[in-house]
């Protein structure tokens, strides 16, 4: 993993300065959970540190985590769990070619199937759309 732009353990970055490390291509997280906060109030971010990615964020729903967002300079690299039924609405979602390639080769956990995105292969509408599959298959 690349070099966190976060590194210190006892800094966490403000909202304005993940935005601003992460750059313009920020709008595209910061668009879809404006849509998806639209629907669902409850949403929430909190810092996270680690030692091998240093300062990341969580979205969550409630206690039902959404996804990790671990920025870079003018990048980002965007992971989602996603449940067995959230897989099954994955697969039967209108073509999404990028998204059926990496359900092919996705990592399996306990927790579910992980799909990981960087900024040049999601875009705001697909990231609201995925959003708003885990949301439904969350029980």
Do not use: C
């Not at 909202?15 to 879809?32: H, N, P, Q, S, T």
């Not at 929430?44 to 920025?71: A, C, E, M, Q």
């Not at 959230?86 to 070619?97: H, P």
Request: overall charge positive.
């Amino acid at each position: 993993m690349p070099t966190s732009p976060f590194p210190d353990p006892d800094k966490p970055p403000t909202d304005e300065e993940l935005a601003a490390v992460i750059g313009k291509d920020f709008r595209i997280v910061a668009a879809a959970m404006e849509q998806l906060r639209s629907d669902h109030k409850s949403i929430t971010h909190t810092y996270k540190f680690s030692k091998i990615s240093g300062w990341h964020v969580t979205y969550d729903k409630g206690r039902h985590r959404l996804f990790y967002l671990f920025p870079r300079h003018d990048d980002f690299l965007l992971k989602v769990v996603f449940n067995d039924e959230g897989i099954a609405l994955l697969a039967k979602a209108e073509a999404w070619t990028a998204v059926k390639e990496k359900l092919r080769s996705a990592k399996k956990y306990a927790e579910g199937t992980l799909l990981e995105f960087a900024v040049a292969e999601i875009t705001s509408r697909l990231l609201a759309e995925l959003l708003r599959i885990k949301v439904a298959s969350m029980s």
